[in-house]
């Protein structure tokens, strides 16, 4: 099953963020850092949040993570939508699709943490991350 979810960026406090809106909704909160998949070579960046996701009891998904420095970040431009399953052949599809028209920022390939990951920008100026994986627990 592809899900579909809010995905926001933030400046130095995806950790702060992450943790107030799971004491807003309640459940599982998980956090990696940069550091941990070696994603950014910035000493500064080591201890940013490179991806955050709050699962809750009611079934809703929340993602989010610190901005890098080199990457512009304008409050109010700070969100992306998270397509993510485990139907690679469903997930390149949609990918395609969106990047018609618009431009690719990462393509779809094996990302550090296993899973195979891109972004891409729609022609309507609409970020998207997709996230082919196994099936969420």
Not at 69 to 83: E, R
Not at 118 to 129: A, E, I
């Given at each position: 099953?592809?899900?579909?979810n809010?995905?926001?960026?933030?400046?130095?406090?995806?950790?702060?963020?992450?943790?107030?809106?799971?004491?807003?909704?309640?459940?599982?909160?998980?956090?990696?850092?940069?550091?941990e998949?070696?994603?950014?070579?910035?000493p500064?960046?080591?201890?940013?949040?490179?991806?955050?996701?709050?699962?809750?009891d009611?079934?809703?998904v929340l993602m989010?993570?610190?901005?890098?420095?080199?990457?512009?970040?304008?409050?109010?431009?700070?969100?992306?939508?998270?397509?993510?399953?485990a139907?690679?052949?469903?997930?390149?599809?949609?990918?395609?699709?969106?990047?018609d028209?618009g431009t690719v920022?990462?393509?779809?390939?094996?990302?550090?943490?296993?899973?195979?990951f891109?972004?891409?920008?729609?022609?309507?100026?609409?970020?998207?991350?997709v996230?082919?994986?196994?099936?969420?627990?």
């Open positions: 099953m592809t899900t579909l809010p995905y926001l960026g933030f400046r130095d406090n995806a950790k702060d963020a992450m943790t107030f809106y799971q004491s807003v909704f309640g459940g599982e909160l998980t956090m990696s850092t940069f550091a998949y070696h994603a950014s070579e910035d500064a960046e080591q201890e940013k949040i490179m991806h955050a996701q709050l699962r809750t009611a079934g809703m989010g993570a610190d901005t890098p420095n080199s990457m512009d970040y304008t409050p109010g431009n700070n969100f992306s939508v998270s397509l993510s399953g139907n690679e052949a469903e997930l390149r599809g949609y990918f395609d699709k969106l990047a028209g920022a990462m393509p779809l390939e094996k990302a550090p943490w296993g899973d195979v891109g972004m891409c920008k729609d022609r309507f100026g609409v970020d998207w991350l996230n082919v994986g196994s099936e969420p627990a």
